[in-house]
């Protein structure tokens, strides 16, 4: 399958600070998609991209599909201790079918 | 709000065994998933279905595995002699349709344990 590479692995931040992480592969992908995956739970949607160079915001949270269309990256601004845990990136090669490739998903703690 | 519900929360079972996870998606969602996340790794794409017949299914998705909508709201995952290598949480998804575009909405998952 596709591997989709995130960055940082892990992340240890004081609540307030400002996060960044980003997702890259050496394939070129139509669709980005960010999730958050609590503990025990399954993934909830945080944010979707369709287009090259998109920039989306919900919230605090800002992604943008990389112009390459190889990347994407997601911010998080003023975190807050909620904001723990993990955040997975994933892309869809096809135009036409659903089979999403998931990143390898970056773990995010918040101090309070 | 409408949800995927997934059952059991957990298996165990013995190594060679038939298992059977059970999903039911949202109500009016018409393409359903799986996906499967071993334990620390990232989730990965088992199959999709639409229809009454798979639209989609990855690598991973071999011979020991499948899928049926045996009723109007059930959708199962069958794996038919369980390895070692199974144990992982699976996560059942559906989706209004099948477009790329269509928020895939992910049930809390089933934990399995293959002895």
């Known amino acids: 399958g596709q591997q989709l590479n995130q960055s940082p692995q892990s992340m240890f931040i004081q609540e307030g600070e400002d996060v960044s992480m980003n997702c890259t592969s050496s394939?070129?992908?139509?669709?980005w998609l960010w999730y958050k995956q609590d503990p025990g739970e399954g993934p909830v949607l945080l944010i979707a991209?369709?287009?090259?160079?998109e920039l989306t915001s919900n919230g605090r949270l800002t992604a943008q599909f990389g112009i390459t269309r190889k990347d994407s990256f997601l911010n998080i601004s003023a975190s807050i201790p909620s904001d723990v845990g993990i955040y997975f990136c994933?892309?869809?090669?096809?135009?036409?079918?659903?089979?999403?490739?998931f990143g390898t998903g970056t773990s995010l703690t918040v101090i309070p | 709000e409408p949800e995927v519900t997934q059952t059991p929360s957990h298996q165990v079972t013995q190594m060679g065994q038939e298992v059977i996870l059970r999903c039911v998606p949202i109500?009016?969602?018409?393409?359903f998933y799986w996906y499967r996340q071993i334990l620390g790794q990232k989730v990965e794409f088992l199959v999709s279905?639409?229809?009454?017949?798979?639209?989609?299914k990855s690598e991973i998705f071999d011979d020991q595995f499948s899928v049926e909508r045996p009723d109007g709201s059930n959708f199962t995952l069958k794996i038919r002699s369980t390895k070692l290598e199974d144990s992982a949480m699976y996560f059942c998804?559906?989706?209004?349709?099948?477009?790329?575009?269509?928020?895939?909405?992910f049930g809390p998952g089933t934990r399995l344990l293959v002895l």
């Open positions: 998804a559906s989706s209004a349709s099948g477009s790329g575009r269509e928020t895939q909405y």
């Open positions: 394939s070129i992908f139509n669709t």
């Open positions: 991209l369709y287009k090259a160079g």
């Open positions: 994933a892309g869809l090669i096809s135009l036409t079918g659903n089979q999403f490739y």
């Open positions: 109500s009016n969602h018409l393409y």
């Open positions: 279905f639409y229809n009454n017949e798979i639209s989609e």
